[in-house]
Nanobody, 114 residues
Framework: QVQLVESGGGLVQPGGSLRLSCAAS????????MGWYRQAPGRQRELVAF???????RYAEPVKGRFTISRDNAKNMVYLQMNGLKPDDTAVYYC????????WGQGTQVTVSS
């Protein structure tokens, strides 16, 4: 069983930055695609970015050039650095681990507002 715990959300002004962290219960990065998703009120959950076991990275179009996903294998941590935040980035952000099963964290709220 994999447990994921997100942290780092909060309230930030447009143009600001936040770094989200996801702590995994054990080292799963060699077998799982690690991703960040988000869900805004009234909208479906959507992919933000993912990093594959081999290191390949993909971003959703709305966040390209602004967000950066990374991982620290030694610490079992995945990060999402978010720069140039916009009000449209407001959502609950979820960490995801995907292999033969799908694991989710509890989510962390990000609010971008002046």
């Amino acid at each position: 069983q994999v447990q994921l715990v997100e942290s780092g959300g909060g309230l930030v002004q447009p143009g600001g930055s936040l770094r989200l962290s996801c702590a995994a219960s054990h080292n799963i990065f060699s077998t799982c695609i690690m991703g960040w998703y988000r869900q805004a009120p009234g909208r479906q959950r959507e992919l933000v970015a993912f990093i594959q076991p081999g290191g390949g990275i993909r971003y959703a179009e709305p966040v390209k050039g602004r967000f950066t996903i990374s991982r620290d294998n030694a610490k079992n941590m995945v990060y999402l650095q978010m720069n140039g935040l916009k009000p449209d980035d407001t959502a609950v952000y979820y960490c995801n681990a995907k292999s033969t099963k799908n694991y989710w964290g509890q989510g962390t709220q990000v609010t971008v507002s002046s």
